[in-house]
């Protein structure tokens, strides 16, 4: 369905024509190994993402680590792709919140931080069209130094490459404007309408990161806790009713806790039978919503004893969610 309506061109000096810019993580182009292997590279060696030292890193990622992840990431991808368009639902989903949040006075782009299209295209691709000031919206609704910085990092690595550089505005996380809290409340509603079940509960699942890059000073986590806290009061629920988790950990590191996996095996053994899985930290559906949790996640849930299970979609490209970006940009 058409969005409605349609994004406003922000309040700015009449001189300047104005573009906007939406970063998301990234996706493989195709599901080869060396496809997956050049994506999971450019991410995992991204200082960001891994801080471990350059060296040891760089030995054991090359010569062990990217022999065995692409296989098992091929896997999970494959279960998930859209065939038909051959690419990644992430991808997809990308490029029609761009679409529908362009006007004929207001181009939107978008861009991934890893792999294609790169930052500094979409950038370019913007001052083609003669836009000399850059709204730049990271798709990422809580800060962490792993996504939120390092798209800054790329966006100013890139803006010191070009000669003429375009003022650059920041969307600032979003994790609790009130657009954005809504947002998320209104898709759940209309999400719980349509199931053939009442859940007892519903999980707030977001990506986790180590303990230690919080103990250093990433606010993640308390951005993760002020949204599910202030979706709860959105929705009027308790505490018990709405619960949180983090998900996707790799490597041998303590990471941020309770785990989604270890959450989902505690809810069926709590008389918790019925559960909803929702994903706010993720603007778009990916690998790690649509396989982790929609496939995995509700297997894991239904084998430790629970009864039904539901995943809610983020908000996407959907009118909702149109809707919200479209408001948190105008206002930016």
Known sequence: MKNKNKLQKPNNNNHKKTGVLLVNLGTPEKITYFAVRRYLKIFLSDPRVVELPPLLWKTLLNGVLLQIIPQKSMKNYAKIWDYKKNESPLLTITKSQAEKLTTSELPVTWAMRYGHKFIADGIKELTNKSVDKIILLPLYPQYSATTTASVYDATFDALTKMRHVPTLQVVE??????????????????????????PDAILCSYHGIPERYFK???????HCEKTTELLGKELGWSKEKIIMSYQSKFGKDKWLEPSTEFTLNNLAKQNIKNLAVITPGFASDCIETLEEIAITGKQTFLNAGGKNFAYIPALNDSDIGIEMLQNIITVA
Do not use: E, M, T
């Not at 759940?188 to 349509?194: H, T």
């Not at 250093?216 to 308390?222: F, R, S």
């Open 173 to 198: 996380p979003y994790y609790d404007n009130k657009y954005y809290i809504q947002a998320l409340a209104k898709s759940i509603k209309v999400a719980l309408k349509d199931l053939k079940f009442k």
């Open 216 to 222: 250093n000073g990433d606010p993640y986590p308390n």
